[in-house]
């Protein structure tokens, strides 16, 4: 076998596993992603919600009972959790916005088997996930979302699976892995 010098060395790819998922080429939508993390964001800080409940609460029965008459109040809390949930929209959609976050967007093509996924540009060029990475899994109305961290996601529309056999080994990986029930 004949020495390879400099560039003319190849850089070898682990080979694809043949049974493994394979999805169709796809990106996600800027929208998707600002809705996903928006969701995220509820779910994660609901807690946070009884806090305006409870001083709304806490002023009608000062108002009830005549101790302190006020009605800025209303408007402070309605304004400040509309200021609040903006702050977080407008974060979100900056991050759609700036280039080194580009990368988020651009399309994949995903191989799924039950050791890791790749996620692959094209036949040469992609990057590796590692089930121990995805800290939880759910399923939505339409896709897949894999969390790897805070706002940090894997969105895998069912369309993009090629076969019902694809989904229900996808269902059957992320059961075995403890993800889904």
Same mark, same amino acid.
């Not at 800080?45 to 008459?69: D, E, M």
């Given at each position: =076998?004949?020495? =390879?010098?400099?560039?003319?060395?190849?850089?070898?790819?682990?080979? @694809?596993?043949?049974?493994?998922i394979?999805?169709?080429?796809?990106?996600?939508?800027?929208?998707?992603?600002?809705?996903?993390?928006?969701?995220?964001?509820?779910?994660?800080?609901?807690?946070?919600?009884f806090?305006? +409940?409870?001083?709304?609460?806490?002023n009608?029965?000062?108002?009830? &009972?005549?101790?302190?008459?006020?009605?800025?109040?209303?408007?402070? /809390?309605?304004?400040?959790?509309?200021?609040?949930?903006?702050?977080?929209?407008?974060? %979100?959609t900056?991050? &759609?916005? +700036?280039a080194?976050?580009?990368?988020? %967007?651009?399309?994949?093509?995903?191989?799924?088997?039950?050791?890791?996924?790749?996620?692959?540009? @094209? $036949?040469?060029?992609?990057? =590796?996930?590692?089930? $121990?990475?995805i &800290? @939880?899994?759910?399923?939505?109305?339409?896709?897949?979302?894999? &969390? =790897?961290?805070?706002?940090?996601?894997?969105?895998?529309?069912?369309?993009?699976?090629?076969? $019902?056999?694809?989904?229900?080994?996808? $269902?059957?990986?992320?059961?075995?892995?403890?993800? /889904? @029930?």
């Amino acid at each position: =076998m004949a020495k =390879m010098y400099g560039a003319q060395q190849r850089v070898q790819q682990a080979p @694809s596993n043949p049974l493994a998922i394979k999805t169709k080429k796809f990106s996600l939508e800027k929208n998707k992603y600002i809705g996903l993390c928006m969701r995220q964001l509820f779910s994660n800080q609901w807690k946070w919600s009884f806090l305006p +409940l409870a001083l709304i609460l806490g002023n009608v029965a000062l108002n009830l &009972t005549a101790v302190y008459k006020n009605y800025w109040i209303y408007i402070f /809390i309605v304004v400040g959790v509309i200021g609040y949930v903006l702050f977080w929209l407008i974060q %979100f959609t900056g991050i &759609t916005q +700036l280039a080194q976050y580009k990368q988020l %967007f651009d399309k994949y093509r995903y191989e799924i088997d039950s050791r890791q996924i790749f996620m692959k540009i @094209s $036949d040469k060029e992609g990057g =590796m996930i590692k089930w $121990d990475m995805i &800290t @939880s899994a759910y399923k939505d109305k339409d896709a897949y979302v894999f &969390t =790897m961290g805070k706002y940090q996601f894997i969105h895998l529309p069912f369309n993009v699976l090629t076969s $019902d056999n694809d989904r229900k080994l996808l $269902d059957k990986i992320l059961r075995d892995k403890g993800l /889904i @029930s």
